[in-house]
């Protein structure tokens, strides 16, 4: 996937996952936009065109704080993009219940997030990227727990170990330092509407989800109409935070650990991962796990294109599965007792 629309959120970014490795327009290139002075709680339609009359140039972009997070998360980038999980994720190769640990990680970090970012949203150093209607997550996220887990829902998940660390440090921050909330949000929002289209087709495609949107609601941005033009408006809006140096490096410093903690949770999916794998038939013996070509498999005996055993399961297990179920293996003793009996009657 092009590194310059960040795909990795567990959700995938799952979804993706970071706008930090996004590349920037021909126009932003000769120009950094700074918004005028205006009210934060104002829609970003509403702001879009007062934006672009009033840019202004600035010789130095890497001051800019997306300059500086692009250049400065650059390897955490890389290296949560090549997490097995994303690989898989981006491949199509996800179970659907490992895709609802996911989605419930997503739940838990998101609605740490968005607590702390209404807890702030005056605060200067971050009301300038307060977009409640256009970007939070949470009620979508709701709408997918939802529809995966049924009613009662929030008695049926509890936050994984990884995702609490996670929530802990967005709760920390949101109440200790706000400046650094920043980080979260960038890097979470904007990888969501740079790679979020593309996953919500992978899961759709992959678990066989209902093209009306049912599952993958987290994806759905449904008050931003163009997500190229927001995400222009959104860099704009933080460089023009008035944060000296040092603080822009500590919130780069913070984004980096936010790849980090989703890292630690791309890690422990991969886990769960690991473990739906391994499942097992109801005696215990595994199947295969739709890994590789199962007519490597030595015991693969039938042709791929006759009978049934053409399909994903290693002949040889699901018959060794089959014959350890304890009702066919008092038949197999009664047949070679049997048998035995026979042959002792002929060479007597």
């Known amino acids: 996937m092009d590194q310059s629309e960040g795909s990795t959120n567990y959700s995938a970014t799952m979804s993706s996952e970071v706008e930090t490795s ?26 879009w065109k007062g934006l672009l009359s009033h840019t202004k140039f600035i010789p ?10 692009k250049e400065g998360t650059k390897e955490a980038h890389d290296r949560a993009e090549n997490t097995q999980f994303v690989k898989d994720f981006l491949k199509g190769n996800i179970k659907k219940e490992l895709f609802k640990l996911a989605t419930t990680a997503l739940y838990f970090t998101y609605s740490a997030l968005e607590e702390e970012m209404d807890r702030n949203k005056d605060h200067p150093a971050f009301a300038p990227l307060y977009f409640p209607t256009e970007l939070h997550r949470k009620e979508a996220l709701i709408k997918d727990m939802e529809y995966f887990f049924g009613e009662n829902w929030e008695e049926k998940v509890k936050c994984s170990e990884a995702a ?13 330092e706000p400046e650094l909330l920043v980080a979260h949000a ?5 990888g969501d509407l740079s790679g979020g289209q593309v996953l919500k087709k992978v899961a759709q495609r992959a678990l ?13 941005f449904e008050h931003v109409d163009n997500a190229q033009q927001f995400k222009q408006f959104y860099r704009a809006r ?26 630690q949770i791309f890690s422990e ?9 391994r499942e097992t038939l109801e005696d215990g013996l595994p199947i295969h796990d739709g890994k590789g070509d199962v007519r490597k498999c030595p015991f693969y005996a039938a042709q791929p294109d006759k009978g049934t055993l053409g399909g994903s399961s290693c002949p040889f297990r699901t018959a060794m599965a089959v014959l350890r179920k304890p009702s066919l293996q008092l038949f197999l003793a009664a047949s070679v007792a049997l ?6 009657w002929y060479y007597m």
């Open 22 to 47: 996004e590349g920037v327009d021909e126009s932003e290139k000769k120009n950094s936009m700074a918004p005028e002075k205006e009210n934060h709680t104002n829609s970003f339609q509403e702001n």
């Open 60 to 69: 130095n972009r890497m001051a800019d704080l997306s300059e500086l997070l």
């Open 164 to 176: 609490q660390k996670y929530v802990d440090r967005i709760h920390y921050v949101g109440q200790n």
């Open 186 to 190: 960038y890097t979470r929002y904007m």
């Open 208 to 220: 066989k989800l209902p093209s009306t949107g049912e599952g993958t609601q987290f994806y759905l």
């Open 238 to 263: 933080m460089n023009a935070l008035d944060l000296n140096l040092k603080t822009k490096e500590r919130i780069v410093e913070e984004a980096n650990k936010a790849f980090e903690y989703n890292m």
């Open 269 to 277: 999916l991969d886990q769960a991962g690991s473990m739906l794998a």
């Open 339 to 344: 048998v035995a009996g026979l042959l002792a």
